[in-house]
């Protein structure tokens, strides 16, 4: 490895730490509010950044790369839907969580539930961060990091021991920032990184085109639709998972990740009000419907470039990427690529430090206890985890199906439980308490069944669905038998401007139109084994645009018929306060916020 490489790894870290640094010196990180939710200033631009680069980490650009090797571009599924689940986040649960200024998903509960519900989803989601979202994070990135530089090579020991030291130096790196930094600090850093990540990650499957086609990028797309096309078939493709669990089990786990993952959804929690929370969620979805060209396609690349030297599918990224990029370039890629799994796993560990701060310590321990202990506490408990985290990691090199599928199928004992709770605590306001509680009792248990136990031949993500649907009929059937005494009203927090965005329906139409275009195109209806698909491209092409622009008409409507429909109820309440006699308590009051105003 050359000194320029390790050089220009070098600069780039320490400068985004710089930069990191100069833009929240003068933050109060004493308070709750400052350390744990940036002092609720963040803006879409930097939300969005934020989100991206939380998501895009080394865990994606290994497994999902590692998935597009084996199987292809199936495996895209993960990333272009996740733009339709963050249509949902931007337009029904972002408002809701703001409407109350809920500072953690686990509060909602604990409002629309009771305790024991908060306290159960709280520790479903400490679980899942401390023993698999934050060492899979650590684990990914020292697979990344050991390739692209040769570890292993430079400190004259093995690839175990070399993963290793990766794995520590990232771990005490990232905890520094979430530790010593807060939101505000992991935020910037995201941004920064979130950019520059775009940048090499585009860069990657450019220069793989390239070299596939003889320096030719077309003569190179052209090999990779005409040559294994299957490889390229998203719809009706060998790889896994198939097109059909696109409507079971992969929406159900994007509406998590992007909806309700206290990781994630923190991020726009932190958002000055709901118009920069949703331009952020909304440049995001968008955005992510492009990600396969970096997160998939150079996983088909490698497999056509190099499928018999590569051993292992969670090695055909790094191995594109050492043999395309330019030694000059290689530090800089690094850099970027470190930084994408400090954001991830400075991300995670924030998240892990605010709930149990939030959700376990101040209410069940101590309830008096003031902002700079309460911070003071979320550094050490974030400390141990990180310690935890680093401990763990090199374990999961024992997981026999890849990284990506391991991480998604045993996730699924935590996230789906906690998706029905909220999605039925919103739809319903008579579902009791402890219709929750059998709900997240019964899917663990069955899902450990069949996991563990039953040898049933049904799909991970089919299986997501089934459970789903159980829990659901769970819940319905307990608000039917015993509902509440007394109907759910949410709380509301005037303070919180809760403005709508007014291109924010405009965006999710055209974040709809383009999933749809993506997917007719990498399918037989669209290029692939088709020889001469250029025409075919171009028609598929113009029906697209015609069809945006239906959509945007229809998104104009319904925004329309929104500002119609609160105007009436605010003009109809404000008759009732000047008029009638005073509101009982149930109702909810009106704020100076509610109107939905023309940005």
């Known amino acids: 490895m050359s000194f320029l490489a390790i050089g220009s790894f070098i600069f780039f870290t320490v400068l985004v730490a710089i930069v990191s640094w100069y833009f929240t010196r003068e933050e109060d990180l004493s308070t709750n509010q400052g350390y744990f939710f940036g002092g609720r200033s963040l803006t879409g631009g930097v939300i ?53 200024g809920f500072t953690t998903v686990p509060q909602f509960l604990e409002e629309r539930f009771d305790k024991e519900t908060r306290n159960i989803v709280t ?43 990766v794995i520590a130096g990232t771990g005490i790196i990232g905890a520094i920032y979430a530790i010593f930094g807060g939101l505000k600090a992991v935020a910037v ?92 969620v909304l440049y995001a979805g968008l955005i992510k419907i492009f ?5 998939v396609i150079p996983g088909v690349i490698a497999f056509h470039l190099y499928s018999g030297d590569i051993s292992h599918p969670d090695m055909a990224y790094s191995v594109l990427v050492a ?19 400090l954001s991830s796993f400075n991300s995670a560990l924030n998240s892990a430090s605010t709930m149990f701060c939030i959700n376990v310590y101040k209410p069940i321990i101590n309830p008096n206890i003031d902002d700079q202990r309460l911070v003071k506490i979320g550094k050490i408990f974030g400390t141990v985890i990180a310690i935890f985290a ?10 026999p199906d890849g990284l990506y599928t391991f991480m998604k199928s045993v996730m699924g004992f935590f996230n789906i439980p906690t998706l029905v709770v909220v999605l039925m605590g919103f739809a319903s306001k008579k ?44 819940m ?40 749809i275009f993506i997917y007719v195109v990498f399918s037989p209806l669209g290029i692939i084994g088709h020889e001469n698909y250029g025409m075919r491209l171009a028609i598929i092409g113009i029906i697209y645009l015609i069809t945006t622009i239906i959509a945007i008409f229809i998104s104009h409507f319904c925004r329309d018929m929104q500002v119609a429909k609160r105007s009436k109820e605010i003009e109809k309440r404000i008759i009732n306060d000047l008029e009638g006699p005073v509101l009982p308590q149930s109702q909810e009051p009106l704020t100076a916020t509610e109107g939905v105003k023309a940005e």
């Open 48 to 100: 969005c950044g934020s989100l991206l680069l939380t998501n895009l980490s080394a865990e994606q650009l290994v497994g999902l790369n590692g998935n597009g090797f084996s199987g292809g571009l199936m495996a895209m599924s993960w990333e272009v839907t996740s733009g339709l689940t963050l249509v949902l986040m931007g337009l029904i649960f972002l408002p809701k969580y703001l409407k109350s």
């Open 123 to 165: 520790g479903l989601f400490l679980i899942s961060l401390s023993v698999i979202t934050l060492p899979i994070v650590l684990y990914a990135g020292g697979i990344a990091v050991n390739s692209l530089f040769n570890v292993s090579g430079m400190l004259g020991i093995s690839r175990d021991q070399a993963l290793i030291v």
């Open 189 to 280: 850093s995201d941004t920064i990184n979130g950019a520059s990540l775009i940048i090499g990650g585009l860069l990657i499957p450019i220069l793989g085109l390239m070299k596939l086609g003889d320096n030719n990028i077309a003569a190179g797309f052209h090999k990779l639709i005409t040559t294994n096309p299957e490889k390229m078939n998203a719809v009706t493709g060998s790889g896994t998972p198939s097109f059909a669990t696109i409507f079971t089990g992969i929406l159900l786990v994007n509406t998590f990740y992007w909806c309700c993952n206290q990781q994630i959804v923190q991020r726009a929690f932190g958002a000055k009000n709901l118009k920069e929370g949703q331009k952020g």
């Open 291 to 295: 990600v396969p060209f970096m997160l």
């Open 323 to 341: 043999n395309v990029l330019p030694t000059g370039l290689i530090g800089f890629f690094g850099a970027v690529l470190f930084g994408a799994v």
């Open 390 to 399: 680093i401990l763990v990691a090199p374990q999961i090199a024992k997981a």
């Open 431 to 474: 579902i009791p308490p402890i219709g929750a509680k059998i709900a997240i009792f019964f899917f663990i248990t069955a899902y450990s069944l069949y996991t563990f136990f039953l040898d049933i031949p049904i799909h991970y993500l089919h299986m997501y669905g089934i459970l789903f649907l159980c829990c659901v009929i769970i």
């Open 476 to 515: 319905v059937v307990s608000g039917f038998i015993a509902p509440m005494a007394k109907p759910y009203k949410q709380s509301v927090d005037p303070t919180i401007d809760l403005t709508f965005w007014k291109h924010a329906y405009t965006a999710s139409a055209v974040i709809i139109t383009t999933t």
